[in-house]
């Protein structure tokens, strides 16, 4: 059933990226989500950040001239502390014409049931994102900025022990 329910959904993301469906991803797609990836991290916390990544994805997509997107679940499961979540890993392939577009990846996500509905609320994706961009690049810039300045507060306001 956890695989079933983790395949579906990563079809139907799929779909969204493909169609460039926003409301599509937004049912699939907590907000906020964490994707990582080797090398950048990404929190999108609003629906302009989700589609941003998806115009984004969609048109890196359609430039290296992908022709099948395939996410293929090899495990899941439903977590004993909490009936609402699947962990679970599936292996990626991007393909253009019957050639890797980049070499197959693993990836694990974090499903939660969310208003009812199974939402990716993380994703760790075993890419450099320099191989095929994924995340927003200056999406990923600006939040290090970010963090960067609040490091300083997060040691000031740190509580003992």
Excluded at 113 to 133: F, H, M, N, S, Y
Aim: aromatic fraction near 6%; glycine fraction near 4%; charged fraction near 20%.
């Amino acid at each position: 059933m956890a695989m079933d329910i983790y395949q579906k959904s990563m079809d139907a993301i799929n779909a969204a990226l493909f169609s460039k469906d926003i409301a599509a991803l937004q049912r699939h797609i907590a907000l906020p989500s964490l994707i990582n990836t080797n090398t950048s991290q990404l929190i999108i916390t609003t629906i302009e950040e989700l589609d941003l990544i998806l115009c984004d994805y969609h048109a890196q997509l359609r430039k290296t001239g992908v022709t099948q997107y395939r996410r293929t679940c090899l495990k899941a499961e439903f977590q004993p502390h909490d009936p609402d979540m699947i962990v679970g890993v599936h292996r990626s392939e991007i393909m253009a014409n019957a050639r890797y577009v980049v070499a197959p990846f693993l990836c694990h996500v974090a499903l939660m049931r969310i208003g009812g509905l199974w939402k990716v609320v993380w994703e760790q994706a075993a890419i450099d994102e320099g191989e095929l961009q994924m995340l927003d690049p200056e999406m990923v810039l600006k939040q290090k900025q970010v963090y960067a300045e609040l490091a300083p507060r997060r040691r000031v306001c740190r509580s003992p022990g």
